[in-house]
């Protein structure tokens, strides 16, 4: 397995040999891939031998070199057309890794703070051919051990290391994700501000969920300024600027909804968000059919990513990617709170984010179960009941089958106070709601609040042992 060397054995770099070409059957499963570009990088090569020449072209300027081997352009060629099926790194072993970062890069305050700091992991089970995807935010202000009994926010690691070389950036910060986390990292993938607006231009913008409206008055301007941004609760059409501003806002007050967007946590689900818009655009038949949309994402790439992700790695993802759905990724986030697991501190002035167990062993725990805590997640012990919020028979029923078969603890159906939703309505009786009742949110495109009397919105009492009533709307289908 190729993986990162600590920093104690930087000189002695291992020779990078591609993984044994292995046959393997295409199953049914979920795949998530990288940010933005991975994608984009290969459907043209798939396309055609001109489109190839292109996709290696700019890999020469993408792809970052750890073992100081220079593979011809040939020879990727070679790799990238070549029919028999190969395996990614840490697929052998059933988990593979991949470091995600965004940071502004040139022309920005911090040029090479990481804004953004996720791990795409892709679990495979060798019995069933399953393939499970989960993606962990990891906050920026984390307070972490760097070297030599330094420590230092999460967000500068990549420029301590930088200073000896872009790419000892990117060793230093996946070896501190390493030993935080308990993951190995096998992949890395960095775009900056500029690469994430290119790329969703060239998508002609990406179709983003707002869950609350929320304004920022503190919005970073180009000019070291400050600015007001501004989104409103509902489905928006995002152009890349939009996007990054929605992404990236760490000052936000809600207007309107419940909840906080004022925080790095509310920013990481939101960043999720964008990442999984970005992928499902990417992907889309519009987008892959269309030589010059795919033309434009390639020209967006070349200055403003960095990876070490080879072209014919990048064909095994893109494959793979095309049978996800995003509603099968799980999305986690290490925050704080009553059941968090880091609390907010001061260190020499700064504002900083300690793990509750100092040792990082909850973080490892955390990391390393991931997959686990979601099967728990999808049997959590919510009631739920179910109303018909529309003159259409039959609805509550139907959707109460669904809901069984994933998994749902139903207890009931009926039909709501009103019959005029015109959208699905999810009501919970805390803010805090699991992450299960979160996908049956994204499932039935429905919005969240929250209630302490559930009766108040049935024409029959609800149970008191029910913890969340769906009441459908005319968006239901």
Do not use: C
């Amino acid at each position: 397995m190729r993986k990162f060397p600590k920093l104690d054995s930087i000189e002695n770099l291992p020779e990078y040999s591609p993984p044994d070409a292995v046959k393997k059957t295409k199953k049914k499963g979920s795949f998530f891939v990288l940010k933005i570009f991975a994608a984009v990088l290969v459907v043209v090569a798939l396309i055609g031998s001109v489109f190839s020449y292109k996709v290696l072209s700019v890999s020469k300027d993408v792809f970052v070199e750890f073992d100081n081997k220079k593979t011809s352009l040939f020879q990727q060629l070679k790799k990238l057309i070549l029919s028999e099926d190969k395996i990614l790194l840490g697929e052998e072993d059933g988990r593979t890794n991949v470091l995600l970062l965004g940071m502004g890069g040139e022309g920005h305050s911090g040029a090479l703070l990481t804004d953004t700091i996720m791990v795409a992991s892709i679990k495979f089970d060798k019995e069933t051919g399953e393939k499970d995807v989960a993606l962990l935010s990891i906050p920026r202000d984390l307070y972490v051990p760097v070297q030599d009994g330094r420590q230092s926010k999460i967000n500068s690691v990549y420029s301590i290391g930088a200073r000896d070389g872009e790419n000892e950036g990117a060793r230093l910060i996946a070896n501190v994700i390493s030993d935080i986390t308990g993951l190995p990292i096998h992949y890395y993938v960095r775009v900056d501000f500029e690469g994430f607006r290119k790329v969703i231009d060239a998508l002609d913008g990406v179709d983003v969920e707002v869950d609350r409206s929320f304004v920022d008055t503190r919005y970073p301007t180009y000019n070291y300024g400050w600015q007001t941004v501004e989104f409103e609760k509902g489905i928006h059409h995002m152009d890349g600027e939009t996007a990054l501003q929605f992404s990236r806002s760490r000052h936000g007050v809600v207007t309107e909804g419940e909840g906080f967007e004022g925080s790095d946590f509310a920013r990481a689900e939101r960043q999720q968000k964008v990442l999984q818009a970005v992928q499902e655009k990417a992907l889309s038949v519009n987008t892959i059919a269309n030589p010059k949309k795919v033309n434009d994402l390639l020209g967006a790439l070349g200055d403003h990513v960095r990876t070490n992700v080879e072209p014919w790695e990048m064909t095994i993802m893109f494959e793979l990617a095309k049978e996800i759905h995003k509603d099968d990724i799980i999305n986690k986030v290490i925050d704080q709170g009553e059941n968090g697991l880091v609390y907010s501190s001061n260190r020499g002035g700064a504002y900083v984010l300690i793990p509750h167990k100092e040792d990082f062993s909850e973080v490892r725990d955390f990391a390393l179960t991931i997959f686990d805590q979601a099967k728990e997640d999808s049997v959590e012990s919510e009631i739920l009941y179910v109303l018909n919020g529309t003159k259409t028979v039959g609805i509550a029923s139907t959707e109460t089958k669904r809901l069984e078969d994933e998994g749902y603890e139903v207890t009931g159906t009926g039909n709501a106070r009103k019959s005029d939703y015109t959208q699905t309505v999810i009501y919970t009786k805390k803010e805090d709601y699991s992450d299960s009742v979160r996908k049956a949110k994204d499932d039935l495109h429905a919005r969240i609040e929250t209630l302490d009397d559930l009766s108040s919105v049935s024409l029959d009492v609800i149970p008191s042992s029910v913890s969340v009533v769906i009441v459908l709307g005319e968006n239901y289908s």
